[in-house]
Nanobody, 123 residues
Framework: VQLQASGGGLVQAGGSLTLSCAAS????????LGWHRQAPGNEREFVAA????????YYAESVKGRFTISRDNAKNTMYLRMNNLKPEDTAVYYC?????????????????WGPGTQVTVSS
């Protein structure tokens, strides 16, 4: 699976962005998907994940209520809608795919990563 994230950019605090992650190469709906992020000097951290069917989302506490993850299996694309952005959301965001959602959530041997997309939130 090849993953390509897009949609990052510069936004003011309180603003919104939607990230997309397009996949190609293998059967998209055989994989749980998710987002992790990494800020300078910090370790990569889990943001959100979604199961194979798109029915069950998972969120880090820090983004719960502000971010929404979704997937469109017909379009082989995953989305992350980010509302009420805060400066602490500034990071490079990476999309991930693995047959098991727990692997995506806990970043354990994730099978596929896409290149990151930069999100910068100004105060």
């Amino acid at each position: 699976v090849q993953l390509q994230a897009s949609g990052g950019g510069l936004v003011q605090a309180g603003g919104s962005l939607t990230l997309s992650c397009a996949a190609s190469g293998r059967t998209f709906n055989d994989y749980a998907l998710g987002w992790h992020r990494q800020a300078p000097g910090n370790e990569r951290e889990f943001v959100a994940a979604i199961d194979l069917s798109g029915s069950v989302p998972y969120y880090a506490e820090s983004v719960k209520g502000r971010f929404t993850i979704s997937r469109d299996n017909a379009k082989n694309t995953m989305y992350l809608r980010m509302n009420n952005l805060k400066p602490e959301d500034t990071a490079v965001y990476y999309c991930a795919a693995d047959p098991y959602v727990v692997a995506v959530i806990q970043n354990i041997g994730v099978k596929y990563w896409g290149p990151g997309t930069q999100v910068t939130v100004s105060s």
